[in-house]
Nanobody, 120 residues
């Protein structure tokens, strides 16, 4: 069982930046991902990174603005969010573990989420 804890959320003005962190309770040899749930919407894939960090994937709406990275010795994955927009407002979740498809919600382990609010 892997426990995940997100941090770094908060309130920021449009155009600003935030860096989210997600620390795993133990070393994870799995891919890791970020999802988000906006008010009144379902959970949406945001980004994912392979266990070695060489391969990444992003939803089109964040490409060029968000960067996913990981620090394996620290069991941590990051999401650097730049040029934030009001439509990025959501609860952001990290995920890891076996999954059949990065963009699906089939990941085995999930964090509790951290709120990101972008004001216009």
């Amino acid at each position: 069982q892997v426990q995940l804890g997100e941090s770094g959320g908060g309130l920021v003005q449009a155009g600003g930046s935030l860096r989210l962190s997600c620390a795993a309770s133990s070393r994870t040899n799995y891919d890791m991902g970020w999802f988000r749930r906006a008010p009144g919407k379902g959970r949406e894939f945001v980004a994912a990174i392979s266990r070695g960090g060489q391969i990444t994937d992003y939803v089109d709406s964040v490409k060029g603005r968000f960067i996913i990275s990981r620090d394996n010795p620290r069991n941590t994955v990051y999401l650097q969010m730049n040029s934030l927009k009001p439509e990025d407002t959501a609860v952001y979740y990290c995920a890891t573990g076996p999954t059949g498809e990065w963009r699906s919600e089939s990941w085995a382990y999930w964090g509790q989420g951290t709120q990101v609010t972008v004001s216009s």
